[in-house]
């Protein structure tokens, strides 16, 4: 399948070439001492005194070489497992909202560990999410349990990959002893890990901090799946300019990356990047602006280069409700990322630039992402689907409904959305006018109105329990007043003139 790309060959070989050159005479502040200390034995220049760490070329292609073209990221049932690159982009929702939009009240409020078991538990019933990255923070997490409270709630409702950061090697062993609980051994989590992890080790520009590159450092040692995001913002971190920040988060990736084969060759990497431009007008963090899909375009063309998986967070928005604009903003750069080839788009269900999750647009999401499926699968053409016997058997005014092909090919030649509304006015107004943020609340109620069959086992839960104490509840609970919303409500259809299009004046 061929891509869109904005990138020839001499360019990207140029942003490789740009990206050495400064690793070599700028280098990365590195703040982190075990990380200076490595990479001083894996023969780069090191100033401790300045904590400079500078990367020669050939130290930087020997490590780059060793990141593997493939990741698996792995799930508590081994069915939903991913492996990519693959044909399809592996989808996932955005993750480490602070706040969700009540289900109940429509009022934004801070997310707790319930919502995330809830969260889990419709995720599970969303076929165009492929895995969990933790949508929100738990503001009922017990002291020392932050992160516990939410991976505890995500693994105990979901089976499908969960993943999100943490913030200290302690909170990273927690976690672990979480899936050996769930595993049932830590021989058997080994084999089959079933938590992921990710980490942010640069701060643009050019530099390490402390906990996270220590986190990449560990997860990489102990052969924890993890993989690492960039974040630079446009006008601030990197130069105002595609091609500035291009050249600039290029080289960052490399230095982790080179890190991450120093702990460990053959660490698993994805080339992952949330790349925004500030709104120069006041400053304003853009995560639904268009250039993240045009430099994610960018970012694939790079990830091919240099043979490992390509990721983005795309589909974001910041929009503070369910509208237009967050409509547009999380319908452009998904699909240019599938049509540029990405293999992991984090999407799903965040309002108002990743600061609040709310159900009904997680529900909506889960459409675009079927879309974008859609259109990654692209349509198999040959003799047959060419259909041309059946065109001329048709015959001209012929009705092409009535013929056994058309039947036979209704499910899988087009997409059929279940949210988005189709109908004619008369029966969506007798139906009750709804929105789709109502039709997506009501498909959510559905869901968790129903136990959920993925829910941990209560002898499983009971031994994690007994390891954490005052550990939260993780159950999902339907919330007290979340009614639907009767779209089959009759309401007055205004009468409709016979013919309501004006006449065109002759000049």
Not at 377 to 393: M, N, P, V
Not at 459 to 468: G, H, K, L, N
Request: proline share 6%.
């Amino acid at each position: 399948m061929q891509f869109f790309s904005y990138l020839s060959d001499e360019d990207i070989q140029y942003v490789h070439d740009s990206s050495l050159e400064i690793l070599q005479e700028t280098g990365l502040l590195v703040r982190n001492e075990k990380a200076r200390k490595r990479f001083a034995e894996h023969g780069c220049q090191v100033d401790h005194s300045t904590e400079i760490v500078c990367l020669p070329p050939a130290v930087v292609e020997k490590y780059l070489s060793l990141v593997p073209p493939t990741i698996t990221l792995r799930g508590r049932d081994p069915d939903f497992d991913l492996t990519f690159p693959r044909k399809q982009p592996v989808i996932a929702t955005a993750s480490s909202a602070p706040d969700i939009v009540d289900p109940v009240t429509g009022l934004t409020r801070r997310a707790r560990s319930d919502d995330i078991a809830r969260i889990g538990h419709l995720l599970n019933q969303l076929d165009g999410f492929d895995l969990f990255s933790i949508s929100t923070l738990a503001d009922d997490a017990p002291k020392d349990q932050f992160s516990l409270s939410r991976f505890y709630p995500a693994l105990k409702n979901c089976i499908k990959p969960c993943r999100t950061s943490v913030y200290d090697v302690r909170e990273a062993r927690q976690v672990l002893k979480l899936g050996e609980l769930i595993a049932g051994s830590e021989a058997a989590f080994r084999e089959r890990p079933c938590i992921n992890f990710g980490y942010c080790a640069i701060v643009s520009p050019l530099t390490m901090d402390f906990d996270s590159t220590e986190m990449l450092m560990f997860f990489a040692e102990h052969d924890i799946t993890a993989y690492g995001t960039i974040a630079p913002m446009g006008g601030l971190s990197t130069p105002m300019s595609l091609s500035g920040m291009l050249v600039l988060m290029n080289a960052e990736w490399l230095a982790a990356a080179s890190l991450a084969q120093m702990s460990k060759p053959g660490t698993a990497q994805i080339y992952n990047f949330l790349p925004v431009f500030a709104d120069m007008r006041d400053g304003a963090y853009a995560p639904g602006a268009i250039e993240i899909g045009m430099m994610n375009s960018a970012v694939c063309q790079m990830a091919r280069f240099y043979n490992v998986p390509s990721g983005g967070y795309l589909g974001l928005t910041n929009s503070k409700i369910n509208d237009a604009q967050a409509g547009f903003e999380k319908g452009m750069s998904p699909l240019m990322g599938a049509l540029s080839g990405v293999d992991f788009i984090v999407m799903g269900g965040l309002l108002d630039a990743l600061m609040s999750f709310d159900f009904a647009q997680a529900v909506i999401d889960n459409e675009i992402a079927l879309m974008i499926k859609r259109v990654r699968d692209g349509f198999e053409f040959s003799e047959e689907s060419a259909s041309l016997q059946e065109i001329k058997d048709t015959g001209p005014a012929g009705m092409f409904a009535a013929n056994p092909a058309t039947l036979e090919r209704m499910h899988s030649a087009t997409f059929m959305p279940e949210l988005a509304d189709r109908k004619l006015r008369e029966q969506w107004e007798l139906e009750g006018s709804s929105t789709i943020r109502q039709r997506a609340l009501n498909k959510a109620l559905d869901i968790l109105s129903t136990a959920n069959p993925a829910a941990l086992e209560p002898e499983v839960d009971a031994r994690i329990r007994a390891e954490f104490d005052g550990l939260v509840a993780g159950d999902s609970v339907l919330p007290e007043g979340w009614q639907r919303f009767d779209v089959g409500a009759s309401t007055p259809v205004r009468e409709r003139r016979p013919n309501r299009r004006r006449k065109r004046k002759v000049a």
